[in-house]
């Protein structure tokens, strides 16, 4: 059971990471509040597929096949950067012992849709732009789900929005943050969306706006959550979010100069 508290907000919460068992099994929140974001992303995807011009046989498939990709992704990414947290090979595939990185699950499902568009024969830009607000909803969701387990923070902090966990100090929410974040971002797509003049630009949009994001998000998480390329000073994800928004915006304009 953990304490978690908002001092100056008056807020507190005492949470258990395990929601509920069955027999002797547990199931724990994180599981539940990941399965609902990506439950209420595929929801509004299939909602809004149709008339632009993407089957919501498709969606399906892009988002039962970019899960499992996403999960292979991120465990991926994240053991590729932290061998020396395993012990042995077989470490490495007990994902519920923690241990995945966002930025390798997009990757993964970008991969993943794009071999299915190709092999499906469908305009792969114009899916990502279908499906990339659904994604934004999973990811404000799914950080709720390091609230409940009491990770990820960032570093002690005096602001109002100061989070304290089993009575220590107050420390940025990035759960909080983040998930704000890309609520924006969702609004921005939307609105963008209407007005795009090729295929593709939504998608590079969420790239280049969740990007900016994780590029100072990530500068603020306490040392202990940060992945770094160069140890104190820059983090992997850091650097891989300041190279994707230079290809983005690049990528962008590209698109739009070369859309026929």
């Known amino acids: 059971m953990n304490r978690i508290s908002f001092p100056k907000l008056?807020?507190?919460?005492?949470?258990?990471?395990?929601?509920?068992?069955?027999?002797?099994?547990?199931?724990?929140?994180?599981?539940?509040?990941i399965l609902s974001g990506f439950l209420l992303g595929l929801f509004f995807v299939c909602r809004t597929c149709d008339k632009r011009g993407v089957s919501r046989e498709t969606v399906w498939d892009v988002a039962l096949i970019g899960l499992v990709a996403g999960i292979l992704g991120a465990r991926i990414y994240y053991v590729l950067f932290a061998l020396d947290e395993f012990d042995t090979v077989a470490d490495m595939f007990k994902i519920w012992n923690g241990g995945l990185a966002i930025y390798g699950g997009i990757i993964g499902a970008v991969i993943s849709t794009f071999v299915y568009c190709r092999i499906k024969k469908q305009n792969v830009l114009k899916v990502f732009d279908v499906c990339v607000p659904g994604l934004l909803i999973g990811q404000a969701v799914g950080r709720f789900g390091n609230f409940v387990n009491a990770e990820v923070y960032g570093r002690a902090?005096?602001?109002?929005?100061?989070?304290?966990?089993n009575g220590a100090p107050p420390v940025h929410p990035l759960f909080l943050y983040e998930s704000l974040w890309n609520l924006a971002g969702l609004a921005v797509l939307l609105i963008f969306r209407r007005k795009k003049r090729a295929d593709g630009q939504v998608f590079f949009m969420y790239v280049f706006w969740y990007s900016l994001g994780r590029l100072f998000l990530e500068g603020m998480r306490d040392s202990r959550y940060i992945l770094y390329a160069i140890p104190g000073v820059l983090g992997i994800s850091q650097l891989v979010a300041a190279a994707a928004i230079v290809f983005s915006a690049l990528a962008s304009v590209y698109i739009v100069k070369h859309k026929k």
């Not at 008056?10 to 509040?33: E, H, M, Q, R, V």
């Not at 902090?157 to 966990?165: K, L, V, Y």
């Open 10 to 33: 008056g807020i507190t919460f005492n949470i258990s990471p395990t929601a509920f068992s069955i027999g002797s099994k547990d199931i724990y929140w994180y599981a539940l509040i």
């Open 157 to 165: 902090t005096d602001a109002f929005t100061g989070m304290s966990i």
